[in-house]
Nanobody, 125 residues
Framework: QVQLVESGGGLVQAGASLRLSCAASGRGFSGYAMAWFRQAPGKERDFVAAINWSGSNTHYLDSVKGRFTISRDNAKNTVYLQMNSLKPEDTAVYFC??????????????????WGQGTQVTVSS
């Protein structure tokens, strides 16, 4: 298992950008598929983006396509979420998650075994 710590959240105005980072510790980071989820108050935890072990395959929630970009640096054991053109509806706690990469694509939180503590993103109108 890897341990995950997110950073980079904050309060921004609509249209602004933020970059979230998720630093992993533990062995074998490059063997893990990584994902970002988000959870707004009173709502379920929703898939946002995922990336495979090498960074060659990415997947996104439809509402963030073209605005968000997931990437990773295996040399730094870090995955990123670049968020541009932020909207008030993007407001949520953002979580980083990891699972052993088996070439599948998984959108449910139940498929991920390692989680960070979350970082708050608030977008004002």
């Amino acid at each position: 298992q890897v341990q995950l710590v997110e950073s980079g959240g904050g309060l921004v105005q609509a249209g602004a950008s933020l970059r979230l980072s998720c630093a992993a510790s533990g062995r074998g980071f490059s063997g893990y598929a990584m994902a970002w989820f988000r959870q707004a108050p009173g709502k379920e935890r929703d898939f946002v983006a995922a990336i495979n072990w090498s960074g060659s395959n990415t997947h996104y929630l439809d509402s963030v396509k073209g605005r968000f970009t997931i990437s990773r640096d295996n040399a730094k054991n870090t995955v990123y979420l670049q968020m541009n053109s932020l909207k008030p509806e993007d407001t949520a706690v953002y979580f980083c998650a990891a699972r052993r990469d088996d070439s599948g694509v998984y959108y449910s939180p139940q498929n991920y075994g390692s989680w960070g503590q979350g970082t708050q993103v608030t977008v004002s109108s």
